[in-house]
T-cell receptor, first 113, second 111 residues
Framework: NAGVTQTPKFQVLKTGQSMTLQCAQDMNHEYMSWYRQDPGMGLRLIHYSVGAGITDQGEVPNGYNVSRSTTEDFPLRLLSAAPSQTSVYFCASSRDGMNYGYTFGSGTRLTVV | DAKTTQPTSMDCAEGRAANLPCNHS???????VYWYRQIHSQGPQYIIH???NNETNEMASLIITEDRKSSTLILPHATLRDTAVYYCIVRVETGANNLFFGTGTRLTVIP
């Protein structure tokens, strides 16, 4: 049981490049979400999903796309990276959306130069 | 969701109890108090939650005042591994719009 797995752990992009941050969970959780954390700040919600085929925007969705074709995977796409997207990205999942039940991944540290 | 106020930072001696306060004066009747913590560079970890009664688990205790306008997370015997940022979150039990984290309290456990 691996929990929530995020890849890659570190990534450096040039401005304008695109990439996908991967998130996979093996707990059969319906709820999945993406957060970003900038230095000295709390986590901010980017996008979330309540099940396969269903996604919605969070607090800071601009510049990011998501899709949820399977229960296990919830990739986050940056279509044209900008320096303002330099951050640490966390993926989380929950079986039923109960607020005590969220499991977080170990994060992806992204630098856009 | 109710707004929460936490001190920016606190220190605690190793082996002593760490008491982390949280104010949530606008909490609604159906909103719970949740505590998560984030150890350096890791993803947040759930600690405990409660509605109005005091709660205890293997990690911590949660004391909620009778008017529910404030609460205290207690780590009974702090260790160096408890050094982390602690987040107090107030919201309904479940919801599609997920958790909202503020800046939390940075707890430093001192040897």
């Amino acid at each position: 049981n691996a929990g929530v797995t995020q890849t890659p752990k570190f990534q450096v992009l040039k401005t304008g490049q695109s990439m996908t941050l991967q998130c996979a969970q093996d707990m059969n959780h319906e709820y999945m979400s993406w957060y970003r954390q900038d230095p000295g700040m709390g986590l901010r919600l980017i996008h979330y999903s309540v099940g396969a085929g269903i996604t919605d925007q969070g607090e800071v969705p601009n510049g990011y796309n998501v899709s949820r074709s399977t229960t296990e995977d919830f990739p986050l796409r940056l279509l044209s990276a900008a320096p303002s997207q330099t951050s640490v990205y966390f993926c989380a999942s929950s079986r039923d959306g109960m607020n005590y039940g969220y499991t977080f991944g170990s994060g992806t540290r992204l630098t856009v130069v | 969701d109710a707004k929460t106020t936490q001190p920016t930072s606190m220190d605690c001696a190793e082996g002593r109890a760490a008491n982390l306060p949280c104010n949530h004066s606008t909490i609604s009747g159906n909103e719970y108090v949740y505590w998560y913590r984030q150890i350096h560079s890791q993803g947040p970890q759930y600690i405990i939650h409660g509605l109005k009664n005091n709660e205890t688990n293997e990690m911590a205790s949660l004391i909620i005042t009778e008017d529910r306008k404030s609460s205290t997370l207690i780590l009974p015997h702090a260790t160096l591994r408890d050094t982390a940022v602690y987040y107090c979150i107030v919201r309904v039990e479940t919801g599609a719009n997920n958790l909202f984290f503020g800046t939390g309290t940075r707890l430093t456990v001192i040897p």
